[in-house]
């Protein structure tokens, strides 16, 4: 996801353009170095491991990823290249809708695994995930012509509406589930006395936690970002600037936490 549309132009002034340019280039350039082969890892720890099954909704948010920074890496290039423009603005659709599809798809198997277990484990089996999954990518290859046509077509306003409306519908459902999920934890279980140490759900607790900060962080600076866009018709670099880097940034957080849970980021297990 990027301000920058070839051959566009909007009421900033060149400098604005400018800094708003460099910005970009720095972000998606930290996030292809390090977020390609972070994903790369992960799509190999779980098609080598014995949970494809249970990560099913992992290796698939881990595939988008990888499909966002060729997205980044088509935008750093098409300054130089410009044949590869379209593909630049056709893939920002796994960015605006996959990775908050798929995570969102993560949050709400969290809360019917706590919240309602006996549901979660009737529509455990593969084939529902694979099913969620297929029309995860149809809905995000939809949203990726759609960024393709408002994007080559310099319709701004469109564009900030896509990405506005969807990380607003993203943001509640994966609030409402984390909150529903961090309350269950905190309460009691059957047969557990109040005050009773229970170190995996505690560790759940904040993991939850965690994971419920960061979307804050990703979607609130975001949505603000698509507000001020939309009301001055604009990219202004005071509103979209920590936005960007915010939900750009916020993730690797969920690649972070899975590698720690796996056991494979040695300084960050518990001993």
């Not at 997205?71 to 996959?98: E, K, M, R």
């Not at 599809?101 to 084939?127: D, S």
């Not at 279980?189 to 560790?203: A, D, L, V």
């Not at 970002?225 to 990219?235: A, C, D, H, Q």
Request: one cysteine or more; hydrophobic letters at 50%.
């Amino acid at each position: 996801m990027n301000s920058t549309t070839p051959g566009a132009s909007t009421n900033s002034t060149a400098p604005s353009r400018l800094q708003l340019r460099n910005l970009e280039m720095c972000v998606f350039s930290i996030n292809l170095l390090f977020g390609l082969p972070t994903h790369s890892y992960i799509i190999w720890l779980i098609i080598t491991g014995s949970g494809v099954a249970s990560e099913f909704f992992n290796l698939n948010l881990s595939v988008c990823e990888i499909g966002v920074c060729l997205d980044h890496l088509f935008f750093i290039l098409f300054h130089w290249i410009s044949v590869l423009a379209p593909l630049a603005l056709l893939l920002q659709g796994l960015g605006i809708t996959g990775r908050p599809l798929f995570q969102c798809l993560m949050c709400v198997e969290r809360y019917l695994a706590v919240v309602h277990p006996v549901t979660f484990l009737k529509y455990k089996p593969l084939r529902y995930r694979v099913i969620c999954c297929t029309a995860a990518w149809i809905i995000t290859l939809g949203s990726c012509l759609v960024c393709l046509i408002t994007l080559m077509t310099y319709n701004i306003n469109a564009h900030a509406w896509l990405f506005l409306l969807q990380f607003l519908l993203f943001f509640f459902i994966q609030l409402f589930c984390l909150v529903a999920v961090l309350r269950a934890l905190k309460q009691s279980g059957p047969g557990e006395r109040r005050g009773e140490e229970n170190h995996m759900k505690r560790r759940a607790f904040y993991l939850i936690l965690i994971t419920t900060v960061n979307m804050v962080i990703a979607y609130v600076p975001i949505i603000i970002s698509g507000v001020s866009i939309i009301l001055k018709n604009e990219y202004d670099l005071t509103f979209w600037g920590p936005g960007l880097v915010c939900f750009s940034l916020a993730g690797f957080v969920q690649p972070v936490l899975y590698l720690h849970r796996t056991g494979k980021l040695s300084c960050l297990s518990s001993s």
